[in-house]
């Protein structure tokens, strides 16, 4: 999945988020509970705080990992008192002790506190597998029915129902569409229902060194990873998330849930596996990626001419076009959109779909920067909504 996104395109404020899209996807046929999405379950902070510990916490139990799935047993790492040093898979590794050494300098963590930690982490085998699995490139046409399904729609109209005044208050307070907080959610976690069951800490170990390929990439995730976990005032080894180190109902991976996740039920805690939580952050991520309120997203066009080909984009870009300009390029919206500056979308398949993409569907692919994603979460939002109030 990874293959598809140059994640190094969009630098640090990048999310990877279709590996929990596709994660989702892949459990759906294995959970047909339509129970509510996991209520936050209980942090206790570290005995010792995370960053100063010389040895660690010694009370395993304590804290109960986010899982949204309760058949699903968590996958919480041992723990266990190692002696001195660094012992396990990466006692060898050159780079985690490179790593280490940077995160005791620039941050301040002690560098005992990191190896007892690291020295738990076993290789996520099924990590690497599925990072290398064969890129998405399936078109249009077979990806959309992944997400458009009756299930989805109905499991969107069902969360809305259940959080109505949570979704219209986060929509109100960031100025975003509710509908498209609810497809979000939807597209990358079924509504809570599939949140990942790699282990966080042992996955993005993993990948920052037995992956080169993305080394780079995972190694900045979890340093962001461990920065979080202290600044949540929790053990790294407690969170549970995708293949890739994606966290919650939205799927933050750890840099965007330092920097977008909001605690909105102000109990103290970011808990991204908590409705109260995750929709603001959602809305926060939207909004702090230049979301508006009611602007156009995406509608159809119909093309003709030679003009339009070299318009079109299959990749996502800032839109920089005016109507106009598409208008005379043989580009024709297939009804009205709400923006200022659009793009000519290119939906490959079969047959070539043409869409008139406009900023909030660039923001959307803030999110993901995959144009099939932004628009599955364009077309899932309406169908909820149609669904919803019948218009
Ligand atoms: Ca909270």
Not at 94 to 113: T, V
Not at 148 to 162: H, K, P, Q
Not at 314 to 323: E, I
Not at 338 to 350: D, P, Q, T
């Amino acid at each position: 999945m990874g293959d598809v996104y140059d994640l190094q395109q969009w630098g640090k404020r990048a999310r990877y988020l279709a590996a929990g899209a596709l994660i989702g996807f892949s459990l759906v046929a294995c959970t047909t509970g339509s129970g509510p999405v996991q209520l936050p379950w209980v942090l206790q902070p570290p005995a010792v705080p995370s960053g100063q510990a010389t040895s660690p916490p010694t009370s395993p139990g304590v804290v109960t990992p986010p899982r949204s799935n309760p058949n699903v047993p968590p996958r919480q790492l041992p723990q266990t008192n190692y002696p001195p040093g660094l012992h396990g898979d990466y006692a060898n590794y050159p780079g985690m002790r490179e790593f280490i050494g940077k995160m005791s300098s620039q941050h301040g963590f002690n560098r005992a506190f990191l190896e007892q930690t690291f020295s738990g982490v076993r290789r996520d085998q099924q990590a690497l597998v599925k990072v290398g699995a064969p890129a998405e490139g399936q078109g249009w046409r077979a990806y959309r029915p992944i997400f458009l399904t009756e299930e989805r729609i109905n499991g969107g109209v069902d969360f809305w129902n259940r959080n109505g005044a949570l979704l219209d208050g986060a929509a109100r307070q960031y100025g975003v569409d509710p509908e498209y907080l609810v497809a979000i959610i939807g597209v990358e976690t079924q509504y809570g229902k599939n949140t990942g069951a790699h282990n966080v800490l042992q996955a993005l170990t993993t990948l920052s060194f037995d992956y080169p390929r993305r080394a780079d990439f995972y190694r900045k995730e979890l340093e962001q990873f461990l920065l979080l976990v202290r600044e949540e005032k929790v053990r790294p080894q407690i969170f549970s998330g995708s293949y890739a180190g994606a966290m919650g109902l939205g799927q933050f991976i750890s840099s965007s849930y330092r920097t977008y996740a909001v605690d909105g039920n102000r109990d103290g805690k970011r808990d991204m596996w908590n409705p109260q939580d995750a929709v603001p952050s959602v809305a926060n991520y939207f909004s702090r990626n230049g979301w508006k309120r009611g602007g156009g997203v995406a509608v159809p066009a119909y093309v003709s001419g030679g003009g339009y080909a070299r318009l079109a984009e299959t990749t996502a870009k800032k839109p920089s076009h005016s109507l106009g300009e598409l208008a005379s390029a043989g580009v024709r919206p297939q009804g009205a959109i709400n923006s200022a500056r659009v793009s000519l979308l290119k939906l490959e398949g079969s047959t070539d779909e043409y869409w008139v993409g406009g900023e909030n569907f660039y923001v959307i692919t803030r999110y993901n920067p995959n144009v099939k994603y932004a628009m599955a979460v364009h077309q899932l939002a309406q169908a909820i909504r149609k669904r919803k109030f019948g218009f």
